[in-house]
């Protein structure tokens, strides 16, 4: 009864090597979010998508793209991985009416970039 | 935009006795505070959540107040259990902004 699924849960990549992640609901809520979660740290805010339209953190670097092709699925593209970029990624959902306003959040994608 | 502090950073106390962690927020505009929990290496999950409409709300061992005046929020753990260890998260939602803003976090540790 997963309701939030991400792939892989570890990923570990190359300096420099683009890596996708992947994130998908049963939940058909219309908001999908992926955040960037280090160490002992507050998950932080890269995008979002309302049904197809995407917002970006203003602070969110461009090397963090993402694609969202249907109301179930979400993909985070690195496009070029530093050591910094090594998290664990949290993508989480909701459904955007009146008064609801609950985040569901997935198992995360924990990265590792050596 | 929207700043969450959160505090203390760390807390530990003897199973059994009552925890207390306190955000506040800098925007007036605010209407919506979840509380998540995350245990290690785990999702956050939604514990408790309040809305400007109201003062207080609770859930068994769980409460959460809110004074709007003074732009702050506190979490309420009574007879504290040692799963009840974990990161505790607060968050503020700006009007209708789909965005949470997360506070800090807190380490709660309930001690045997």
Same mark, same amino acid.
């Given at each position: ?22 994130? +998908?609901?049963? *939940?058909?809520?219309?908001? %999908? !979010? ?7 740290? #507050? ?36 496009? +070029?991985?530093? *050591?910094?970029?090594?998290? %664990? !990624? ?7 009416? #009146? ?16 | ?34 509380w998540y ?19 207080e709300k ?53 001690l045997p």
């Amino acid at each position: 009864d997963a309701m939030v699924i991400q792939n892989p849960r570890y990923q570990v990549t190359q300096f420099g090597k683009p890596v996708t992640l992947s994130c +998908s609901q049963t *939940l058909n809520h219309n908001v %999908m !979010y992926w955040y960037q979660q280090k160490s002992s740290q #507050a998950p932080k805010l890269l995008f979002h998508y309302y049904d197809k339209d995407f917002n970006n953190e203003a602070d969110t670097p461009d090397n963090f793209q993402s694609r969202r092709p249907n109301t179930s699925f979400c993909f985070l593209d690195i496009r +070029s991985p530093g *050591l910094g970029d090594a998290a %664990m !990624y949290l993508c989480a959902t909701s459904r955007d009416l #009146a008064g609801i306003n609950e985040q569901f959040f997935g198992p995360g994608t924990r990265l590792t970039v050596l | 935009g929207e700043n969450v502090e959160q505090h203390p950073s760390t807390l530990s106390v003897q199973e059994g006795d009552s925890a207390v962690i306190k955000c506040t927020y800098s925007d007036s505009a605010s209407n919506y505070f979840p509380w998540y929990k995350q245990e290690l290496g785990k999702r956050p999950q939604l514990i408790i959540d309040i809305r400007s409409n109201v003062g207080e709300k609770k859930d068994q061992r769980i409460a959460v107040t809110l004074n709007k005046t003074a732009k702050h929020f506190s979490l309420h753990i009574t007879e504290t259990q040692p799963e009840d260890s974990a990161v505790y998260f607060c968050a503020g939602r700006t009007g209708s902004a789909r965005q949470l803003t997360f506070g800090s976090g807190t380490q709660l540790t309930v001690l045997p």
